[in-house]
């Protein structure tokens, strides 16, 4: 599928944009400026190949906590995301009441999710059976990590999904680790997409890495799905390259050669070297783009120090929405 | 009015309440086809079709996770868990899910949905079709508890349920389903408002509290006494969370004694709050200690017949509660 060099370039930012903004998370993590971060080092390229393919504003998203990425791909500003780390009242996925990286954007269709992990799954199917009840062409694109798939809400939300032939596509970021716990002893399957041949739909698997090919196998999705031809699984493969969070040490379960090895296909190289090689980006090019991150990093963590932190007492509502007339 | 069973009053409400709003739609096991084992949606598939009474798989999560899903997209479902022992399954979904989205996202997400569970013992049904588990959910801020105790409040309050913009656990008492009859306005609109509880017999000398199955046996044993020459005032408490403490405490400030009934077992029971609350903000009013008429504190209900009766809470049982706490 054909993706114009403008929007390969547009993603591509967006990819360098995510990841100097996670590391930078990092940074104010050890300066002891931020309480936690969870990072998505090393996921970018799947997940902002995967948003690129929905359409947004009018199809949904239902994500999990290390889609940083793929939340600036939906239009989350940096600004808005240090805010979150911050604890900010204005952060707009929770007014700071989830912490960092539970994400929410209502005006993007962009549904918040918790820390249970998996319990986003059934939401994005019953979000898909509501489109398909309405009869519109819209799709529903939900994210999990490969560990996650072990939980029974995932089964039960893709079962349900291809019984009903929802428009959905689970997309299952396999990271490779469920914090220190490897998939071999998640899944006696090669891949999380192996799944779906038991529950009935397409199983597909991508290389993670390769930000375009998980754009072609998200978009091919997406379009069975709007035509109303069922879900996907999707597996694309990647590294985490980071701890699981702030508070993770992973030299307790892997070793730094393996961590080094990973770091050699780091996707955001991976990407920059392609486009370069294909013609699509000068070095020149690329440095302009990482001297505007930084710019946009630091401008977004200067303004989120400077908007106020919530009152004690704002914590107490909202507990139930307004009542409606019952007459 | 008509004279219908609990079990028709809910039926009508759904009835009603699908024909007003498109955006409801009933899912649960057997709720299509067969008319749910209770016959709680009969003739609602024949009449709404397939598209709108779900015979979902066979998974308690998958009913409420669908469901939650479906509210956010801006649906109303109406979940329907066979039996409230099968709850389990679906906790994840209306603890960590439906009753804090609202507050998690700072008021961006509602999930507007009822879930439907019949629940209670007495009718043969061993361990796994006889627990009361309201208590798990009145812990919960976020989700709405009702549980009602006779057709015309079945039928207003999940109409009420049904058009609230927050989840709704609303348990039915499964023994009554065909038991309790009662008058119901015909071919006139009416909704019960979640929330308030309702003095149904007033009484002087002993405020008794209680919901769902027991209520009909409060009412019975308040007849009883009343031979006695004891004077007793049932309250209803129908809305569990968030409750009504003006009702709870003014009746206790009428009656300055106060028995509290409830099928669930004792130790943490719904009955400890209502005793909590009159012990905080009543206690001036007393004259008697808080008494707690509750299920034993054994895992569930047991099957055989004498062993289910030795559980069970009746008429007879409250009455003699009635008489020890109206003699101290």
Same mark, same amino acid.
């Given at each position: 599928?054909?993706?114009?060099?403008?929007?390969?370039?547009?993603?591509?930012?967006?990819?360098?944009?995510?990841?100097?903004?996670?590391?930078?998370?990092?940074?104010?993590?050890?300066?002891?400026?931020?309480?936690?971060?969870?990072?998505?080092i090393?996921?970018?390229?799947?997940?902002?190949?995967?948003?690129?393919?929905?359409?947004?504003?009018?199809?949904?998203?239902?994500?999990?906590?290390?889609?940083?990425?793929?939340?600036i791909?939906?239009?989350?500003?940096?600004?808005?995301?240090?805010?979150?780390?911050?604890g900010?009242?204005?952060?707009?996925?929770?007014?700071?009441?989830?912490?960092?990286?539970?994400?929410?954007?209502?005006?993007?269709?962009?549904?918040?999710?918790?820390?249970?992990?998996?319990?986003?799954?059934?939401?994005?199917?019953?979000?898909?059976?509501?489109i398909?009840?309405?009869?519109?062409?819209?799709?529903?694109?939900?994210?999990?990590?490969?560990?996650?798939?072990?939980?029974?809400?995932?089964?039960?939300?893709?079962?349900?999904?291809?019984?009903h032939?929802?428009p959905?596509v689970?997309?299952?970021?396999?990271?490779?680790?469920?914090?220190?716990?490897?998939?071999?002893?998640q899944?006696?399957?090669?891949?999380?997409?192996?799944?779906?041949?038991?529950?009935?739909?397409?199983?597909?698997?991508? $290389?993670?890495?390769?930000?375009?090919?998980?754009?072609?196998?998200?978009?091919?999705a997406?379009?069975?799905?709007?035509?109303?031809?069922?879900?996907?699984?999707?597996?694309?493969?990647?590294?985490?390259?980071?701890?699981?969070s702030?508070d $993770?040490?992973?030299?307790?379960?892997?070793?730094?050669?393996?961590?080094?090895?990973?770091?050699?296909? $780091?996707?955001?190289?991976?990407?920059?070297?392609?486009?370069?090689?294909?013609?699509?980006?000068?070095?020149?090019?690329?440095?302009?783009?990482?001297?505007?991150?930084?710019?946009?990093?630091?401008?977004?963590?200067?303004?989120?120090?400077?908007?106020?932190y919530?009152?004690?007492?704002?914590?107490?509502?909202?507990?139930?929405?307004?009542?409606?007339?019952?007459? | 009015?008509?004279?219908?069973t609990?079990?028709?009053?809910?039926?009508?409400?759904?009835?009603?309440?699908l024909?007003?709003?498109?955006?409801?739609f009933?899912?649960?096991?057997?709720?299509?086809?067969?008319?749910?084992?209770?016959?709680?949606?009969q003739?609602?598939?024949?009449?709404?079709?397939?598209?709108?009474?779900?015979d979902?798989?066979?998974?308690?999560?998958?009913?409420?996770?669908?469901?939650?899903?479906?509210?956010?997209?801006?649906?109303?479902?109406?979940?329907?868990?066979?039996?409230?022992?099968?709850?389990?399954?679906?906790?994840?979904?209306?603890?960590?899910?439906?009753s804090?989205?609202?507050?998690?996202?700072?008021?961006?997400?509602?999930?507007?949905?009822v879930?439907?569970?019949?629940?209670?013992?007495?009718?043969?049904?061993?361990?796994?079709?006889?627990?009361?588990?309201?208590?798990?959910?009145?812990?919960?801020?976020?989700l709405?508890?009702?549980?009602?105790?006779?057709?015309?409040?079945?039928?207003?309050?999940?109409?009420?349920?049904?058009?609230?913009?927050?989840?709704?656990?609303?348990?039915?008492?499964?023994?009554?389903?065909?038991?309790?009859?009662?008058?119901?306005?015909?071919?006139?609109?009416?909704?019960?408002?979640?929330?308030?509880?309702?003095?149904t017999?007033?009484?002087?000398?002993?405020?008794?509290?209680?919901?769902?199955?027991?209520?009909?046996?409060?009412?019975q044993?308040?007849?009883?006494?009343?031979?006695?020459?004891?004077?007793?005032?049932?309250?209803?408490?129908?809305?569990?969370?968030p409750?009504?403490?003006?009702?709870?405490?003014k009746?206790?400030?009428?009656?300055?004694?106060?028995?509290?009934?409830?099928?669930?077992?004792?130790?943490?029971?719904?009955?400890?709050?209502?005793?909590?609350?009159?012990?905080?903000?009543?206690?001036?009013?007393?004259?008697?200690?808080?008494?707690?008429?509750?299920?034993?504190?054994?895992?569930?209900?047991?099957?055989?017949?004498?062993?289910?009766?030795?559980f069970?809470?009746?008429?007879?049982?409250?009455?003699?509660?009635?008489?020890?706490?109206?003699?101290?």
């Amino acid at each position: 599928m054909s993706l114009s060099t403008e929007k390969k370039k547009e993603m591509f930012w967006v990819m360098l944009l995510s990841r100097r903004l996670d590391e930078r998370a990092w940074v104010l993590h050890r300066q002891g400026k931020i309480a936690f971060h969870i990072s998505g080092i090393g996921q970018e390229a799947a997940q902002v190949g995967a948003v690129y393919a929905i359409e947004k504003g009018k199809d949904w998203l239902v994500p999990y906590y290390r889609d940083l990425a793929m939340m600036i791909g939906m239009g989350m500003t940096p600004k808005e995301f240090v805010m979150s780390l911050l604890g900010k009242a204005q952060e707009p996925t929770s007014g700071a009441r989830q912490m960092p990286s539970h994400f929410s954007l209502r005006h993007a269709n962009v549904v918040s999710h918790s820390a249970p992990v998996a319990t986003q799954s059934p939401h994005a199917s019953g979000i898909g059976f509501g489109i398909k009840m309405d009869g519109k062409d819209e799709v529903v694109l939900t994210t999990i990590g490969e560990g996650s798939t072990s939980q029974g809400e995932w089964y039960e939300a893709v079962n349900f999904a291809a019984i009903h032939e929802l428009p959905v596509v689970f997309l299952v970021e396999n990271n490779q680790y469920a914090i220190s716990v490897p998939q071999e002893k998640q899944m006696a399957v090669k891949s999380a997409a192996d799944k779906a041949c038991g529950l009935g739909l397409r199983g597909i698997e991508v $290389d993670g890495t390769q930000m375009f090919e998980v754009y072609d196998a998200v978009k091919e999705a997406v379009e069975i799905a709007r035509k109303g031809e069922g879900p996907s699984v999707i597996e694309a493969k990647m590294y985490r390259l980071t701890p699981h969070s702030s508070d $993770d040490d992973d030299r307790s379960y892997r070793t730094r050669e393996e961590v080094e090895k990973h770091k050699k296909q $780091d996707p955001l190289i991976v990407m920059k070297d392609q486009l370069i090689e294909q013609g699509l980006m000068t070095e020149e090019e690329y440095q302009k783009l990482e001297e505007k991150a930084k710019k946009v990093v630091d401008e977004a963590v200067e303004q989120a120090n400077q908007s106020p932190y919530p009152k004690g007492d704002e914590a107490a509502a909202p507990v139930y929405a307004q009542e409606v007339n019952h007459d | 009015m008509t004279e219908i069973t609990m079990v028709e009053a809910i039926r009508q409400a759904m009835d009603e309440e699908l024909a007003r709003d498109d955006r409801v739609f009933i899912i649960g096991e057997d709720v299509g086809v067969r008319g749910g084992v209770f016959r709680a949606t009969q003739g609602l598939f024949e009449k709404y079709g397939e598209e709108r009474v779900i015979d979902s798989p066979l998974a308690e999560l998958t009913i409420v996770g669908v469901g939650v899903g479906a509210a956010l997209y801006g649906k109303r479902p109406i979940c329907e868990i066979q039996f409230a022992d099968f709850i389990y399954p679906a906790f994840n979904q209306i603890v960590s899910e439906a009753s804090k989205m609202y507050y998690r996202s700072n008021g961006q997400w509602t999930v507007p949905m009822v879930i439907r569970a019949p629940y209670g013992g007495g009718i043969g049904g061993g361990l796994y079709h006889s627990q009361s588990v309201e208590a798990f959910f009145t812990h919960i801020p976020g989700l709405k508890v009702v549980i009602p105790s006779n057709p015309y409040d079945a039928k207003g309050l999940l109409k009420s349920a049904v058009r609230d913009p927050n989840p709704v656990m609303f348990f039915e008492p499964k023994k009554g389903y065909r038991l309790i009859k009662g008058e119901v306005p015909e071919n006139e609109e009416y909704t019960v408002p979640i929330g308030p509880a309702k003095i149904t017999r007033e009484g002087q000398d002993i405020s008794l509290f209680t919901y769902g199955m027991m209520h009909h046996y409060a009412l019975q044993a308040a007849e009883m006494v009343a031979e006695d020459g004891i004077d007793v005032e049932v309250v209803d408490l129908r809305t569990l969370y968030p409750v009504d403490r003006e009702t709870i405490l003014k009746s206790v400030q009428k009656t300055s004694k106060a028995l509290i009934v409830h099928e669930d077992n004792l130790t943490g029971g719904y009955g400890a709050e209502v005793a909590a609350t009159i012990a905080e903000w009543g206690f001036m009013n007393l004259d008697a200690p808080v008494r707690r008429l509750a299920g034993p504190d054994v895992p569930a209900v047991p099957f055989s017949h004498p062993m289910q009766e030795w559980f069970m809470i009746n008429a007879e049982k409250i009455a003699n509660a009635v008489r020890e706490l109206a003699a101290f």
